[in-house]
């Protein structure tokens, strides 16, 4: 249950250009802004660094997204895991791949790369302070230094939507319901479950 009421975009008139890119590149708008929109500045900050790190950088979008899915996964944020699952699909992963997140240590629809960049993720989501040497060794041999300031941007951000939509218990859109009941059925989405 919602415990912050959302604003309407029409309240936000001052931030309607960054509103309408996030729901022209969603194809919806997200609750979880809209709560935070009942401090602008915080949103309008928000704004700009997900567009950063969501929307530039040398990552593949697609390989963002599986990792905002992992380590919301690890936080335990349904609402995270629902959005990046919708964003990845859109990024591009296909559905069998989206289902198969979780399951990316054994699955054959993931490179080494990919595997490395998902794990790295997911222990660092677990317990950030529990990334040592040996996991940064792991994942140069794959990624730029770039690159891995660009992963750890992702686990971040999603940390920080992990713990605002959980704990405001943030009003789940149908977009995202929609496909995470088809693609995350195995891993137990179920409509009104979440």
Same mark, same amino acid.
């Given at each position: 249950m919602a415990q912050i009421s959302k604003k309407n975009k029409e309240q936000l008139q001052a931030l309607l250009p960054m509103l309408d890119m996030v729901e022209a590149s /969603?194809?919806?708008l997200p609750n979880s802004m809209l709560t935070m929109a009942h401090w602008p500045e915080l949103l309008d900050a928000f704004g700009g660094l997900? *567009?950063?790190v969501l929307q530039s950088g040398e990552l $593949?979008? $697609?390989l963002k997204q599986l990792i905002a899915l992992v380590s919301s996964r690890a936080s335990g944020c349904n609402y995270c895991q629902a959005h990046t699952a919708h964003s990845a699909h859109r990024a591009g992963a296909n559905n069998e791949k989206i289902a198969a997140a979780f399951d990316f240590e054994e699955s054959p629809l993931f490179s080494d790369r990919e595997r490395a960049a998902l794990r790295f993720s997911w222990h660092a *989501? /677990?317990?950030p302070n529990a990334i040592g040497p040996t996991d940064f *060794?792991?994942?140069k041999a794959f990624f730029s230094e770039r690159e891995v300031v660009e992963i750890v941007a992702v686990?971040? /951000?999603f940390g920080f939507l992990n713990r605002w939509n959980d704990t405001l218990g943030t009003e789940l859109e149908d977009a995202p319901i929609d496909f995470a009941v088809t693609a995350l059925v195995d891993v137990g989405w179920a409509r009104g479950k979440h």
């Open positions: /969603l194809g919806f997900g *567009a950063t $593949e979008p $697609e *989501a /677990l317990q *060794a792991k994942i686990v971040s /951000l």
